[in-house]
């Protein structure tokens, strides 16, 4: 059963910490995007990778936002330091080229 | 700066009737282009999609239109049944293979 497997599920930090959220791809999907979901945005893209390089990240605040795939089996998004108006729902999805994006089931974050 | 736009934040339809979301994009590189839908606490799941090359494409209950000229297509549900009741997302994809959604439309199907 091929699914995407996202770590933590939910997280609750303190303003000015560090969170890594992490994203394990379906075996041998080659593209990687982070979404970010909240009401005003809907499903905002944040960041892409295809065969691990970063292919567009414009999405994403850079001053305190970085993600990275260290080996095709891991994606990840951190935050430092987070901030309240972090608090959202993180998606990860993959895809195998020209099929469509499976999606994780989400990091929820409240930063307090 | 948002590429991919659904207007609508909510619908709501009687059980039976025909629902319709619709989409807008701006961008004229997007030829690809899906629909996902979204319980609470789930991500999205993949619905329909379909090519620029046509105008139609037909699922069971789900047909997808889509008129290049406008930069618009429609999801139609018929008959619209309770369980269809959820978020649905419009997205579009370009020659980058990145991939745009919109902001979402609550469908409630009352029975």
């Known amino acids: 059963d091929a699914r995407v497997t996202q770590t933590p599920r939910h997280k609750v930090t303190e303003m000015g910490q560090e969170v890594t959220m992490r994203c394990q791809p379906i075996?041998?999907?080659?593209?990687v995007f982070w979404y970010r979901q909240t009401m005003m945005q809907g499903l905002e893209l944040l960041a892409y990778?295809?065969?691990?390089?970063?292919?567009?990240d414009s999405g994403m605040p850079k001053d305190r936002f970085s993600a990275e795939m260290p080996d095709a089996t891991l994606a990840t998004l951190k935050i430092q330091p987070s901030e309240p108006r972090d608090s959202a729902v993180y998606f990860c999805?993959?895809?195998?080229?020209?099929?469509?994006?499976?999606f994780g089931q989400g990091t929820r974050l409240t930063v307090v | 700066d948002q590429q991919v736009k659904q207007n609508s934040p909510s619908l709501s339809v009687q059980e039976g009737r025909i629902s319709i979301l619709n989409c807008d994009y701006t961008?004229?590189?997007?030829?690809?282009f899906l629909w996902y839908k979204k319980y609470p606490a789930e991500g999205p799941t993949f619905l329909i999609s379909?090519?620029?090359?046509?105008d139609k494409n037909e699922d069971g209950r789900f047909t997808v239109f889509l008129n290049k000229s406008a930069k618009h297509l429609s999801l139609h549900i018929v008959p619209s049944q309770p369980g269809d009741s959820a978020v649905y997302f419009c997205?579009?994809?370009?020659?980058?293979?990145?991939?745009?959604f919109g902001t979402g439309t609550r469908l409630t199907v009352i029975p």
């Open positions: 999805a993959t895809v195998l080229v020209n099929t469509e994006a499976f």
């Open positions: 075996l041998g999907h080659n593209t």
């Open positions: 990778f295809r065969n691990r390089a970063p292919l567009d």
């Open positions: 961008n004229s590189m997007f030829d690809y």
């Open positions: 379909i090519s620029s090359i046509k």
């Open positions: 997205a579009a994809q370009g020659g980058a293979n990145n991939l745009f």
